[in-house]
C-alpha cells in the first residue's frame, strides 16, 4: 500500500488524525502530514481534516497552493473530509459573513440558530459539542462493521446543507435534521472527528484505508 497524505493547511491538530491512520492502516502504508502539493498529487489517499473558520481554512488553502490539488484529489482517489474538511467541499459558507469555498458540491454551510431546542422543549447549547447518533440515508462500504446506533463526537456551530439529496449518506439531529455525511463516488465526507470517536471512528478509518472505490 501506497502514502496517505494528511493535508495540513496550518490549522488543526493533525497528529491525532495521523496516529489514528497509523493504528488502522495495513503494513506497508505510510501516512504523511504534509502542507505539500506533490505529496498530496501522487498520494494513494487523502484525508483532509480541518478545524477553525470557513474564511481562514480557505485563506489558508490558497496560501498554501493546495486548491487544485485538494479538488483533483477529491475527484480521483479515496478522499476521507472531516469537520471542517466535509464544509469547505460546499460552494458558500454563512460563515465569517459570507465565505466561497470549493465547490465540489452546490450548496451552503449554515449556522445553527440560537434558539433550537430539544424534544422535551430545553434550549440547546451551539456550538453543538459531544457524541451524537448517525442516521445512515443509505449504504456504503465505510458503515461495515458499525452498528446502526453508533454514535460519534462533534464539535461545530455550522453544518452542510447540500443541494443534491444522493450525495447525503447520514444525517444527525440537533434540533433539527442536518447532513453529518457525504458521499460520492471515490469521496466520503463527515462533520463528526473520527479520530474522537472511539472504535467506531476507528473502525471508519480502518475501512477508508482498506476502500476500493
Known amino acids: 500500500m501506497g502514502t496517505i497524505a494528511v493535508v495540513d493547511y496550518g490549522m488543526g491538530n493533525l497528529r491525532s488524525v495521523a496516529k489514528a491512520l497509523e493504528h488502522v492502516a495495513p503494513k506497508g502504508a505510510s501516512v504523511r502530514i504534509t502542507d505539500r502539493a506533490d505529496d498530496i498529487t501522487g498520494a494513494e489517499r487523502?484525508?483532509?481534516?480541518?478545524?477553525?473558520?470557513?474564511?481562514?481554512?480557505?485563506?489558508?488553502?490558497?496560501?498554501?497552493g493546495l486548491r487544485e490539488p485538494l479538488l483533483e484529489a477529491a475527484?480521483?482517489?479515496?478522499?476521507?473530509?472531516?469537520?471542517?474538511?466535509?464544509?469547505?467541499?460546499?460552494?458558500?459558507?454563512?460563515?465569517?459573513?459570507?465565505?466561497?469555498?470549493?465547490?465540489?458540491?452546490?450548496?451552503?454551510?449554515?449556522?445553527?440558530?440560537?434558539?433550537l431546542h430539544d424534544g422535551h422543549g430545553h434550549r440547546l447549547k451551539i456550538p453543538h459539542m459531544g457524541w451524537n447518533t448517525v442516521h445512515?440515508?443509505?449504504?456504503h462500504p465505510l458503515w461495515n462493521g458499525i452498528?446502526?446506533?453508533a454514535c460519534f463526537y462533534f464539535v461545530h456551530g455550522y453544518h452542510a446543507a447540500p443541494e443534491e439529496p444522493d450525495v447525503v449518506a447520514g444525517t444527525t439531529d440537533y434540533g433539527r435534521r442536518f447532513c453529518s455525511v457525504l458521499?460520492?463516488?471515490?469521496?466520503?465526507?463527515?462533520q463528526f472527528h473520527p479520530e474522537k470517536s472511539s472504535r467506531d471512528g476507528l473502525r471508519l478509518l480502518k475501512n477508508f484505508v482498506e476502500w476500493s472505490p
Do not use: K, W, Y
Open 75 to 115: 475527484r480521483s482517489r479515496p478522499f476521507f473530509g472531516m469537520c471542517m474538511g466535509l464544509q469547505v467541499l460546499l460552494a458558500h459558507s454563512e460563515e465569517n459573513g459570507g465565505t466561497d469555498c470549493l465547490g465540489l458540491f452546490p450548496g451552503n454551510v449554515r449556522a445553527f440558530p440560537r434558539d
Open 46 to 64: 487523502v484525508v483532509f481534516p480541518g478545524q477553525g473558520a470557513a474564511r481562514d481554512c480557505m485563506r489558508a488553502i490558497d496560501a498554501h
Open 136 to 139: 445512515r440515508t443509505r449504504a
Open 183 to 190: 458521499a460520492d463516488a471515490n469521496l466520503f465526507a463527515c
Open 147 to 149: 452498528a446502526e446506533t
